[in-house]
């Protein structure tokens, strides 16, 4: 497992977060919103990363944590 977290340009409430395989999701500043969880492998990540392109957010940054 690789805990992420992912920095979008869009906002997103914890109402997201089943969809998002359990992400914990916060609003960090106006217009932005963090999710942190784990993924199994890379594959997993792109999954994660697709749903939010298909959402229309934009993507911040991605950053391996812990």
Request: glycine share 12%; proline share 0%.
């Amino acid at each position: 497992m690789q805990k992420v977290e992912i920095r979008v340009k869009g906002d997103l409430d914890n109402y997201w977060s089943e969809w998002f395989q359990d992400f914990e999701i916060s609003r960090v500043e106006e217009g932005e919103s963090l999710l942190v969880g784990e993924v199994v492998d890379q594959a997993a990540l792109y999954g994660v990363i697709g749903k939010l392109r298909d959402l229309g957010l934009g993507l911040i940054a991605v950053n391996e944590i812990g």
